[in-house]
């Protein structure tokens, strides 16, 4: 059974940064996944942050955030990261790290929702003015 567990969130001032983290455990091929970042900000639906291939060489990202946030990954603890850089208040949300339903499921196909097999508890992440 997968179990991903994230950590970091927290109040940040705007401009301020925050890196989340998500240990991952009943994987067995984490390291061969591709792996994701949702959030969901207060009142709206659950949306893509940014995802990453198994090797870690290629990410995506929403429009929103590029240039501010960086997704990576460490395969030999099975951790994921998400650093985020020069906060703003939109970025306020409850942050949730996916894996996929299958291994065959590439970090493009990550950025549709459906393609999620598992989610984390979520972390909150509030961002103030």
């Known amino acids: 059974q997968v179990q991903l567990v994230e950590s970091g969130g927290g109040l940040v001032q705007a401009g301020g940064s925050l890196r989340l983290s998500c240990a991952a455990s009943?994987?067995?091929?984490?390291?061969?996944?591709?792996m994701g970042w949702y959030r969901q900000p207060p009142g709206k639906e659950r949306e893509f942050v940014a995802t990453?291939?198994?090797?870690?060489?290629?990410?995506y990202y929403r429009d929103s955030v590029k240039g501010r946030f960086t997704i990576s990954r460490d395969n030999a603890l099975n951790l994921v990261y998400l650093q985020m850089d020069d906060l703003k208040p939109e970025d306020t949300a409850v942050y949730y790290c996916?894996?996929?339903?299958?291994?065959?499921?590439?970090?493009?196909?990550?950025?549709?929702?459906?393609?999620?097999?598992?989610w984390g508890q979520g972390t909150q992440v509030t961002v103030s003015s």
């Open positions: 996916a894996a996929p339903g299958s291994i065959a499921t590439t970090a493009q196909m990550m950025g549709v929702m459906r393609h999620v097999g598992s």
């Open positions: 009943g994987l067995s091929m984490f390291a061969y996944s591709a």
């Open positions: 990453i291939t198994w090797k870690g060489d290629i990410t």
